[in-house]
């Protein structure tokens, strides 16, 4: 157990529909990284949040938004759902950023089916 | 951006053999080189990382040896348990950057 939870553990909806996805990072973490996993694309990088700010973007698309609140807890949302939405969506948490400090630890994650 | 290969994409060996998992960055910048291990329908969970100071960790029966000049780094498992089976992702990270490029993984399967 990583100390990383994320919920929920599956979700399913429609195309068009919008979800939200949480994260709670290990205590005493203030970054969390969220990413994609697909078949085809392995882990993609989505975006990051450092002590409530945005500190890096990837390959995340406009339809989707993520927010780090007060207590450190991070919610990605994902609207106008496609079906090639459908994936496993990661959580990961750090210390900090760089240094020895900067690793990662990977929550459960959320699998997300969109029919 | 950073760019991450990783060979094979699977690779079977018997219970007891080694196995090598082998990956190549293009960022000749970066300098943190984590290993992760991803059981069926669990997160990843690193097992190993090393920094570019130096060029090859020990952990149990688990290695790696990153060679900074030909800009690549390797996995290597010995005395493999089917308890090894899993999917294994090298990955990647810029000194600038706090972000981790992933490979595509590797299946490894470990038979008894």
């Known amino acids: 157990d990583s100390g990383v939870t994320q919920t929920p553990k599956h979700l399913i909806t429609a195309t068009g529909q919008r979800v939200t996805l949480r994260c709670s990072p290990r205590s005493g973490d203030l970054s969390v990284y969220w990413y994609q996993q697909s078949l085809d694309q392995g882990l993609q990088f989505l975006i990051q949040?450092?002590?409530?700010?945005?500190?890096a973007k990837g390959n995340i698309l406009e339809r989707f938004s993520a927010q780090q609140f007060p207590d450190l807890h991070s919610e990605l949302n994902l609207s106008s759902l496609e079906l090639g939405d459908s994936a496993l969506y990661f959580c990961?948490?750090?210390?900090?950023?760089?240094?020895?400090?900067?690793?990662?630890?990977f929550g459960p994650g959320t699998r997300l089916t969109v029919l | 951006g950073e760019n991450v290969e990783q060979h094979p994409s699977t690779l079977s060996v018997q219970e007891g053999d080694s196995a090598v998992i082998k990956c190549t960055y293009s960022?000749?910048?970066?300098?943190?080189f984590p290993w992760y291990k991803q059981e069926l329908g669990k997160g990843p969970q690193l097992i190993i990382d090393i920094r570019s100071n130096v060029g090859e960790k020990k952990d149990q029966r688990i290695a790696v040896t990153l060679n900074k000049t030909a800009k690549h780094f390797s996995l290597h498992i010995t005395e493999t348990q089917p308890e090894d089976s899993a999917v294994y992702f090298c990955a990647a990270r810029n000194s600038g950057y706090s972000t981790l490029t992933f490979g595509k993984g590797t299946m490894l399967l470990v038979s008894p």
């Open positions: 960022d000749s910048a970066s300098n943190y």
């Open positions: 949040y450092y002590n409530g700010e945005e500190r």
């Open positions: 990961a948490s750090s210390v900090s950023v760089q240094g020895p400090s900067d690793t990662q630890y």
